[in-house]
């Protein structure tokens, strides 16, 4: 199949990797594909790092006519089967083109997060009648509430994990034990979050869990990891409760591996939006235990008690009480962090998802 990837992001988070790991799964499988992509942003650069397509497009909200326009020319060029869309703006820009073509592509797009659709004419516009077919990064939960919450008809929704590489994220030891770049105690455990500095996903709460935690184990150092909008929110948090030396913010890291394998547990604490987070999937396939809520898709991954714990968004008491019951027992740890790779490695592995994803486009296409 010949396919247009197009990402309008200009920020580095799970669903702007996920959009470099599908493309570069969909080519090692003999597909034709070009990324469609931000000049400047990110995922551009390292798109050209991994030796994929790209192609420079700029989609910035100012030019939208141009954009749309312009996109016509690119699809009339490339002559694609598909066009794969992952934000709101490459959304409309490539629905709309296509929509001045005859014949046209099919027009998908994975939608990343669980939060309701806009409920307005222009949003009901492109899901109901611009999109072929639109895909949820979540499980079976997250494709009924589009269906029966959204309104979108059921043989036009599907769903299924973004799926990671669980080759390459696997337990073992780091080559670079973070606690020496930090210098802090080698018997120090470490609590970790890694994500973008997005606010629904909940690094408040984990700040707020992080001072009642230290009380009861103060041999224990909370990292955040990652870069965004929030940072000075959280950053301010940090300060006003004293935890700047138990609390650290470490920005956006490239060795993201190291870091997992650093950490003794892993805490993802998102309140909203989220399907299944990226980063929650690597922890589970690294081997460590992870604390999350019930938002989303999350409980369709994690059973209570069995590779994790679950508890009500926003809820920094409950999600304290399960850190420090992690803390204190190691084999408890070790069991969760083992059920936790087994889960990932037998239901969530990427070739899984690009299978999954093969059989949407065959199915839109013949449609």
Known sequence: MKILIAESSMAVGGQELAVLLHAERLVARGHHIRLVLEPRSPIMAMAR?????????????????????????????EQPDIVHVNSSRDSWIAALSARLLSPRPKVIRTRHISAPLNNNATTHLLYRRLLDMVIVTGGERNRQDLIHRDGLSPDRVASFPIGLDVG?????????????????????????????????KGHRYLVEAAAKVLKQHPAAA???????????????????????????MLGFRDDLLDVFRSLNLFVIPTVEGDTIPQ????????????????????????????????????????????????????ELRAAMGRQGRR????????????DELERVYRKVIAA
């Open 222 to 248: 909370f990292l955040i990891v990652g870069e965004g909008p929030e940072e000075q929110n959280i950053r301010a948090q940090i300060e006003r409760l004293g935890l700047a030396t138990d609390v650290r």
């Open 49 to 77: 790092e991994r030796g994929l397509p790209v192609e420079p497009f700029v989609m910035r909200q100012w030019r939208l006519p141009l954009s749309i326009l312009a996109f016509r020319r690119l699809i009339t060029r």
């Open 279 to 330: 980063v929650l999937m690597q922890a589970l396939a690294i081997g460590l235990p992870v604390v999350s809520t019930t938002t989303g898709s999350i409980p369709d991954v994690i059973a209570d008690g069995d590779s994790g714990f679950l508890v009500p968004p926003r809820d920094p008491d409950a999600l304290a009480d399960r850190i420090v019951s992690l803390l204190k027992d190691p």
């Open 343 to 354: 889960t990932v490695v037998q239901s969530y592995s990427i070739d899984r998802m690009v």
């Open 168 to 200: 390459q994220f696997s337990p073992g030891p780091p080559k670079e034990d973070i606690r020496a770049e930090l210098g802090i105690p080698p018997g120090h455990l470490l609590v970790g979050m890694i994500s973008y500095l997005r606010d629904y």
